[in-house]
């Protein structure tokens, strides 16, 4: 957990990621940090571990409010929302969707094309473009994260029950059981 944007924000060349099946909470940090990213078709989004309770976007995921109308972001963080590949292309969160298999060759062939590029330009327009998403509250946003949210009563006691369950009985176990009795549509 950390109140600071991710390192690969500062990372001043093209950065292009490929995904398959689960992206969890942090690994969709990363992916806000990313120039171009590549999903396979079985790839699924998922901000589920919100249900927990953690409070405001904090930290690196004050990008949501760049990436998603608001809407959007109340969907995935309120409920612990999700998307499916086919999704977070139509909302622009990826680049392109393949198919299972082809998502490195992908993401290869799109870097490959970056390095063809004169890498001064690069690292010019990618520091301009992030000035303009600092320039519009980043950096305040950021600092939103710096007061988490500390669970109370009920919602101790549940966060430390999905926390015990994960090191009982691992993660699989801990995720059914925060979901049992939620409709997960409503969530998607």
């Known amino acids: 957990r950390t109140g600071e944007m991710l390192p690969m924000w500062d990372f001043p060349k093209a950065l292009v990621m490929a995904v398959k099946g689960f992206v969890g909470p942090h690994g969709n940090a990363f992916l806000m940090t990313a ?16 249900r927990i309770g953690i409070g405001a976007p904090y930290g690196p995921y004050a990008l949501m409010a760049f990436h998603f109308p608001i809407r959007v972001v109340k969907q995935l963080w309120i409920p612990g929302g999700w998307m499916d590949a086919a999704t977070a292309e139509r909302l622009f969160f990826v680049n392109r969707v393949v198919p299972l298999g082809q998502e490195e060759a992908e993401a290869r062939r799109i870097a490959e094309t970056y390095a063809s590029m004169d890498l001064a330009n690069i690292i010019a327009n990618k520091r301009g473009v992030h000035q303009v998403y600092e320039a519009a509250g980043l950096g305040a946003m950021i600092d939103v994260g710096r007061e988490p949210y500390v669970p109370i009563g009920a919602a101790a006691e549940e966060q430390a029950e999905h926390f015990r369950l994960i090191h009982e009985k691992g993660a699989g176990a801990a995720a059914r059981s925060r979901d049992s009795g939620f409709d997960r549509a409503l969530s998607k």
């Open 35 to 50: 120039d171009a990213v590549i999903a396979a078709d079985n790839s699924v989004f998922s901000f589920e571990e919100t």
